[in-house]
């Protein structure tokens, strides 16, 4: 076996929305709430999370309000928002950055709100005061869902090149190995669309049998990133940090089955395949 050396190519195009101004003054463009509604279907919705919750109406209601974490710097000005989904009994934490870095003199800023976390709740009981609603056609929005659900986005070429990099960084100072066969087999890999509603991207490393994830709080494609904005790494190895439920590793940090697969689907399924360069 062998210290990991090399791994990871990415490419495609990106692509951008025209931010327009949603009804009733609200944070977000209809168009975004598609886009997110969009992102969470494909990443955080299935089967057993839509049978207990998903009642078919007339609207698809998103409710939302703002808030404002207690530790935030004086010179942030970033906008949080928790946005509750009744419809799939989901609350969904969103961040859109805008803060200065002292030291660069360089302000971070994002176009589009993230999703930070989206939790599932079984016994989902809230109180809707406080929140505003925003409200769209339950056929009109599923037809979308349906309609785009295998509509792809991925990185660029040079986005490919920093993620490569950051993933060689990251696979040698956590001492990750290489398969026997390196040498000898084509390596190949899967990465998953992108979201605008996200920063989160995602690699299947097939000959590692690993999964890589990728973070930031700045959107990859804005041309300071490389420069300002440090990426996070984690690296997922399938066979050891999978699990059934999280009743059978409580307070570690593994993947259930569920969710992996989900990863994996995008990444095969959705994704673009990647083989080394001639």
């Known amino acids: ?22 009804q009733n003054s609200a944070p977000f463009s209809d168009e975004y709430a598609y886009e997110l509604l ?85 016994d989902f009981d809230w109180d809707p005061s406080g929140y505003q609603a925003l409200s769209y056609e339950y056929e009109d929005m599923f037809n979308y869902l349906f309609e785009t659900r295998n509509d792809k986005i991925f990185p660029s070429d040079e986005i490919r090149e920093q993620l490569s990099l950051a993933a060689r960084r990251a696979l040698i100072e956590e001492d990750h190995i290489l398969p026997e066969d390196y040498d000898e ?39 300071a990133f490389w420069e ?15 699990i059934v439920g999280a009743q059978e590793k409580s307070g570690e940090k593994y993947f259930t089955k569920d969710y992996a697969g989900r990863i994996l689907f995008n990444c095969i399924v959705h994704g673009l395949e990647i083989t080394p360069e001639e």
């Open 38 to 122: 969009s992102y969470l279907y494909r990443w955080h919705m299935d089967d057993a999370i839509l049978e207990v919750s998903l009642e078919i109406g007339d609207n698809v209601v998103i409710f939302y309000r703002r808030i404002t974490p207690e530790d935030l710097d004086p010179d942030d000005n970033s906008e949080f928002l928790e946005v509750v989904l009744p419809l799939a009994n989901m609350v969904i934490n969103l961040k859109k950055s805008d803060y200065l870095i002292p030291k660069r003199q360089i302000r971070v800023r994002n176009e589009f709100f993230k999703v930070i976390s989206a939790q599932h709740y079984r």
């Open 228 to 242: 300002i904005a440090p990426i996070g790494v984690d690296i997922i190895e399938l066979k050891e940090e999978v």
């Open 185 to 223: 087999e084509p390596q190949m890999g899967y990465i998953a669309p992108v979201s605008i509603a996200s920063n989160d991207l995602w690699f299947f490393w097939v000959n590692g049998h690993m999964l890589i994830h990728f973070t930031s709080d700045l959107e990859y494609t804005n041309p």
């Open 1 to 22: 076996m062998k210290p990991a050396n090399a791994l990871l190519w990415v490419g495609l195009m990106t692509a951008s929305l025209t931010a327009l101004p949603a």
